[in-house]
Structures are given as C-alpha cells and as structure tokens.
C-alpha cells in the first residue's frame, strides 16, 4: 500500500472517534477529558457534555455502553497531525494557522487549483482542517471524526500537501502542463505552481510550489535554461515552457519492468556415465571412419 493510501486507510479507522479539544489521539476516557477541559476551560461545558460520566445529568459511572468507549480523541489539528504520522510524516504548529505557516508541506494554495492528491485542507479563517482523501471526500474531526465533501458546508479554502508523502516526479504527473502565458518573477497562479512541481521533479529546486514566482524559481528558471541552452533571462516563455513540459513528461513516464529471463532447469550429470558417453561415441566414429575407408 502506497503513502497515500495508508493515510486514507488510518483516517477512515477513526470515523466516529470523538472530539477533544486539545488532543490527538490518545484513548478517550473522563481523566483525558478532565484534563483538557482543564488546560482550555472555555472548552469545558463541550468536553464534559459528550462524556457520559462527566456531563452532570444522566450521569454513569463508568464508560461502559459509551459509544467512544475505546476510541482516541483528536481535535481537528491533532486528528490530522496523527493520521500523517501513521507514516512517519510530522506536521508542527500547536494550532491550525501556525500549521498552515510553518515549513510542512511540499505543495501550497487554493482549493480553487486543487491537485487530485491527498491533502490537508484548511478553512480560510483557519478555524478548522481536515484531510483531503479524493474524489470530492474530505475527512475531519468536529463532533466527531466524520466523513465530508470539498463542497459541503464547510467553505474549505486552502489546501497544503505534506513533505514526504508524494515524490515530486509522482506530483508532476498530477498536474498540467498546457501553459497559455509566460510566466516572470512576481507572477502568482495554479501555472507557476504547476511550473515549480515540474522544476523540483526535474532537479531545478524552487522550494514549496506555492504559485508564487519569487527569486528561488526564477534562479531555477535560470538553471534550467543555461541546462537547455534557451537563453538565459529567467523568465518562463513559451519555448522554456514547452521543453519544460517536455522534459518532466518524460522524466515521469513509467518504464516497464525487463521482462524476466526464463527459467532453465539444471540437469546434474554423472561424471563417470558422462566420461563413458564420450568413449562410446569415439568408438562409434572410429567405426564410421573404418567403413568409409579413411
């Protein structure tokens, strides 16, 4: 199963995994609750509420018949930030904004551009995130971990695709490469992202393929050009475009695998019966010689 897939895999086992605020994914219990509840009291009346034992009327004393009893709690943030790091992939920022700014992903921008590639997904206030799993389907905790869509009622605004969860040769297969403009430093838009993923796959590194056309992606312009002698000025035009297209085109197309040698049965011969053969066929052409007259 590829990186992908396992974190479809990991968000989808915890559909129905209550919410926390503060938490990420530890095992929901009332001294887990009490505990946020207490580092983050506005949180307080919500996180005793959802809890049977907690909340004041219907009160149980244990968790038996919860329907959480078992499951991990997450806020949204720390729901995301564990199911990244099922594979390994760490995402920093104590709250969803610093998430959004601090240096975790590979790829940045809007939902508008999206890339059909497992992601996670912001609103634009940066209240609230979740993860992108294809197909429209988004996954985030509110409530409760829950399935959505791009387009529910949630306004999902910004999306960020992790460092080390996609190769940038895998990433620029996802993207187009039919330019319709020259692209120069100070430019923004999905072609100046799709352009950097291209660059990075090739080598010429632009950083975060955030759509913006800053210094970092004019000098790999610049690289790529003097590479592929097109004149060297640093700005994206038509020709450069077009053998860039070319290029990452064929750096990501997928060779077939060698077909494998056949397989060739080894015969074990008797060295002895092997050495008598060899004397009986000499006889045989000593005899042949005899009637031939030679």
């Known amino acids: 199963m590829d990186k992908p897939a396992q974190i479809i895999a990991a968000a989808e086992s915890q559909l129905g995994s209550p919410y926390v605020l503060g938490a990420w994914g530890q095992e929901c219990t009332p001294a887990l609750r009490k505990r946020y509840a207490a580092l983050k009291p506005e949180s307080k009346e919500k996180t005793y509420g959802r809890c049977q034992v907690l909340r004041d009327s219907d009160q149980k004393p244990n968790c038996d018949g919860c329907k959480y009893k078992g499951k991990r709690a997450f806020d949204c943030r720390g729901f995301t930030h564990w199911a990244l790091g099922q594979i390994g992939i760490e995402i920093t920022g104590g709250y969803v904004g610093r998430q959004w700014s601090d240096a975790n992903w590979d790829v940045k921008g809007d939902v508008s551009d999206m890339i059909e590639a497992v992601a996670c997904v912001f609103l634009d206030d940066m209240s609230h995130t979740g ?3 294809l197909g429209g389907r988004v996954i985030h905790c509110s409530g409760e971990v829950k399935r959505d869509t791009l387009t529910g009622g949630r ?3 910004k999306l960020g695709i992790p460092k080390g969860l996609y190769t940038w040769a895998e990433l620029a297969k996802l993207v187009k ?3 319709k ?15 950097q993923i291209m660059l990075n796959a090739l080598g010429y590194e632009c950083g975060t393929a955030d759509g913006i056309y800053g210094a970092k992606t004019e000098n ?20 450069t ?3 860039l297209a070319l290029r990452a085109s064929a750096f990501t197309q997928t060779k077939p695998e060698p077909a494998p040698e056949p397989e060739q049965d080894l015969v074990l011969v008797d060295r002895a019966a092997l050495l008598a053969l060899v004397d009986r066929l000499s006889d045989i052409v000593n005899a042949l010689r005899g009637l031939a007259g030679v």
């Open 131 to 133: 993860l992108y799993v």
């Open 155 to 157: 306004k999902w605004a």
């Open 177 to 179: 490469g039919d330019f």
């Open 181 to 195: 403009r020259m692209l120069k430093r100070g430019m923004t838009g999905e072609d100046v992202r799709n352009m």
């Open 220 to 239: 790999a312009v610049r690289a790529f050009q003097a590479a592929e002698h097109i004149t060297v000025d640093g700005i994206a035009g038509m020709e």
């Open 241 to 243: 475009l077009a053998v």
